[in-house]
């Protein structure tokens, strides 16, 4: 049984990014320690993405201590909430959204989730190609689709920066004979402020900063791992020549 779990655990991820579509996916490559990475993603994560999607597990003042920024400089150009009596949310808040429960089900049809997590129940390699993975479909509400969430029910929140795509289709035939068509790109149909090089930048920024707000300790336990195998290694010298010592004159 434990096997089993084992090989689930290692298909899981993989199966995040396999597409029946035929639409390629790419890898993202996340870099935790990427400091300068992760402040960029936080930027644009709360100027883009945290109108309606929180991050209640991550506190600012903890984002503030990780990302190497002060307090000060998060109060002024990363907190925008406030509180219920109209107060500013605090430096030791977590990052909750001013939108309430009733608004968000009535606007989109369910309440957005909170993105804490997201990178570990779906995994970063989905979460960057979901941020850049729309395109044009007037069929639905919000005139967008996506490659990773068919019938997504969010619209483009940074088409200003990457601009609208539009799918490109090829008709296939599957193992039965049937024809039908198939994703397999997108192509722009109108630019936006960014080249794609440089949307791909911003994807990978933001899929990074969700990278370690699912797990903002893991830096310093891998830190805190490489001194205890070191710690061990010289207690496991120290041990092998006291035991020489110590049996040195027994025969």
Same mark, same amino acid.
Request: charged share 25%; proline share 4%; net charge negative.
């Given at each position: 049984?434990?096997?089993?779990?084992?090989?689930?655990?290692?298909?899981?991820?993989?199966?995040?990014?396999?597409?029946?579509?035929?639409?390629?996916?790419?890898?993202?490559?996340?870099?935790? /320690? @990427?400091? /300068?990475?992760?402040?960029?993603?936080?930027?644009? *994560?709360?100027?883009?993405?945290?109108?309606? !999607?929180?991050?209640?597990?991550?506190? &600012?003042?903890?984002?503030? %201590?990780?990302?190497?920024?002060?307090?000060?400089?998060?109060?002024?150009?990363?907190? *925008?909430?406030? +509180? @219920?009596?109209? /107060?500013?949310? $605090?430096?030791?808040?977590?990052? $909750?959204?001013?939108?309430?429960?009733? &608004?968000?089900?009535?606007?989109?049809?369910?309440?957005?989730? +909170?993105?804490?997590?997201?990178?570990?129940?779906? =995994?970063? @390699?989905?979460?960057?190609?979901?941020?850049?993975?729309?395109?044009? @479909? %007037?069929?639905?509400?919000?005139?967008?689709?996506?490659?990773?969430?068919?019938?997504?029910?969010?619209? !483009?929140?940074?088409?200003?920066?990457?601009?609208?795509?539009?799918?490109? &289709?090829?008709?296939?035939?599957?193992?039965?004979?049937?024809? !039908?068509?198939?994703?397999? $790109?997108?192509?722009?149909? %109108?630019?936006?402020?960014?080249?794609?090089?440089?949307?791909?930048?911003?994807?990978?920024?933001?899929? =990074?900063?969700?990278?370690? /707000?699912? %797990?903002?300790?893991?830096?310093?336990?891998?830190?805190?791992?490489?001194?205890?195998?070191?710690?061990?290694?010289?207690?496991?010298?120290?041990? &092998?020549?006291? $035991?020489?010592?110590?049996?040195?004159?027994?025969?």
């Amino acid at each position: 049984m434990k096997t089993l779990f084992l090989i689930l655990g290692l298909l899981l991820p993989a199966a995040g990014l396999a597409s029946d579509s035929g639409f390629p996916m790419e890898k993202a490559k996340v870099d935790r /320690a @990427d400091k /300068a990475s992760l402040q960029r993603g936080a930027k644009y *994560f709360v100027n883009y993405c945290m109108g309606c !999607h929180s991050l209640q597990h991550l506190r &600012y003042n903890r984002l503030a %201590e990780d990302l190497g920024l002060n307090e000060e400089l998060v109060r002024e150009n990363l907190i *925008f909430t406030h +509180d @219920d009596e109209g /107060a500013p949310t $605090k430096i030791g808040d977590t990052m $909750k959204i001013a939108m309430d429960h009733w &608004y968000g089900k009535t606007a989109f049809g369910t309440l957005p989730p +909170d993105l804490t997590l997201v990178t570990r129940w779906r =995994n970063p @390699d989905w979460v960057y190609n979901y941020l850049r993975g729309f395109y044009l @479909d %007037e069929t639905k509400q919000w005139g967008v689709n996506n490659v990773m969430f068919p019938n997504v029910g969010m619209p !483009h929140v940074l088409w200003e920066l990457q601009g609208w795509q539009k799918p490109v &289709y090829e008709d296939r035939v599957d193992q039965h004979g049937n024809s !039908h068509k198939v994703l397999v $790109k997108l192509e722009l149909a %109108e630019p936006g402020t960014m080249t794609a090089a440089e949307f791909d930048r911003v994807a990978l920024d933001i899929t =990074n900063f969700l990278a370690y /707000a699912a %797990e903002p300790a893991r830096q310093m336990r891998h830190l805190v791992g490489f001194w205890v195998l070191f710690f061990l290694l010289i207690l496991t010298g120290v041990a &092998y020549l006291l $035991k020489n010592e110590y049996w040195r004159d027994v025969k």
